[in-house]
């Protein structure tokens, strides 16, 4: 058949899409600034798109299929591109919490502790990091303890348990946890 190698890895998808099609959305990752694997990853990513959507003349204010399609696709990679830019911005605040978050004893926690592929502190890890009323606290939460609970158990104040829940709150947020995660 035809085909050379190049062309194969352009358009992998046989009768599913048209050449030109492929070719334009590695053409746009490229512009955009996609190298090596990320421009597969985009064309999968956007190869969806591209699939279902449907050209209506009448419908794209005199915009040809391909103008149409290049708007579709640049969107789809400039969505990706902040996705990313996003990813790395909530990774390093997750390293900078971590590096903030001590244990009890005043040592750092260890670079080990951060998960890159969560990007998040471990539980284990952050409950090994409060005093040992904290943690008590954190186990009451754990069993859906009352407030009042709370007090009587750790011979407490109200306001000191609402302080000491704001903190644990606190810990887990910075951790890259969300409240309704954290609690």
Not at 62 to 74: C, K, Q, V
Not at 103 to 115: F, M, R, S, V
Not at 124 to 136: K, M, N, R, T
Request: negative net charge; contains cysteine; aromatic residues 6%.
């Amino acid at each position: 058949m035809g085909s050379s190698k190049n062309e194969c890895e352009v358009n992998e998808y046989g009768d599913l899409l048209e050449e030109w099609k492929a070719e334009l959305i590695v053409a746009r990752a490229k512009k955009k600034g996609f190298r090596g694997d990320r421009i597969a990853d985009a064309q999968q990513e956007a190869i969806l798109d591209v699939l279902s959507f449907k050209y209506d003349p009448a419908n794209e204010a005199g915009a040809s299929e391909a103008t149409a399609l290049t708007a579709l696709i640049d969107r789809k990679l400039c969505f990706m591109l902040r996705g990313e830019i996003r990813a790395r911005r909530r990774d390093e605040r997750v390293a900078e919490g971590a590096r903030s978050c001590h244990y009890h004893n005043g040592d750092e926690l260890p670079a080990t502790t951060i998960d890159s592929t969560l990007s998040r502190l471990s539980v284990q890890d952050i409950l090994a990091s409060f005093d040992e009323q904290h943690g008590i606290l954190c186990q009451m939460l754990g069993k859906d303890s009352s407030q009042l609970e709370m007090m009587e158990c750790l011979n407490v104040c109200e306001r000191t348990v609402r302080y000491m829940l704001a903190r644990v709150r606190e810990r887990f947020e910075r951790a890259g946890y969300s409240e309704k995660e954290a609690f």
